[in-house]
């Protein structure tokens, strides 16, 4: 097999039998990342603009440990608590991104871990 797992302290230990990301034939599948804080390994406080802001830096310092960036992202998924939170969380994500966007979807589910309000996951080149 050629699969390299990825690790930062920049961003959440895995809540459970996962890695935060693993790199297989050039591309790296992160997993999905919720508001946890890397250093408190807890949730921030500030609603869905808080939560959302630390999932994008979580995700980014996942991607930057792969070699990868946000510019090389494929595709993401995002997953809401609530549907009424897209309009935020859209504004908020697409300040990562430049004009190249990568594919996406969006879905409400009924709960997330630790109760959070968003999760996201990606996947990109390295």
């Known amino acids: 097999m050629n699969h390299t797992f990825i690790h930062t302290d920049k961003a959440p230990e895995a809540i459970g039998p996962y890695s935060q990301a693993v ?3 050039g591309l ?9 804080h890397p250093d408190t390994m807890q949730i921030v406080d500030g609603g869905i603009d808080a939560q959302t802001v630390r999932v994008m830096e979580n ?3 996942v991607l930057l440990e792969a070699g990868s960036s946000f510019g090389k992202v494929l595709k993401c998924s995002i997953f809401l608590a609530n549907m009424d939170d897209f309009s935020t969380v859209n504004e908020i994500y697409g300040h990562y991104f430049d004009k190249n966007l990568p594919a ?3 879905v409400a589910v009924k709960t997330l871990p630790k109760n959070v309000l968003v999760e996201i996951s990606c996947i990109a080149y390295i």
């Open 23 to 25: 790199i297989h034939n």
């Open 28 to 36: 790296l599948y992160c997993s999905g990342q919720i508001a946890l």
């Open 59 to 61: 995700l980014s310092a």
């Open 104 to 106: 996406r979807e969006t």
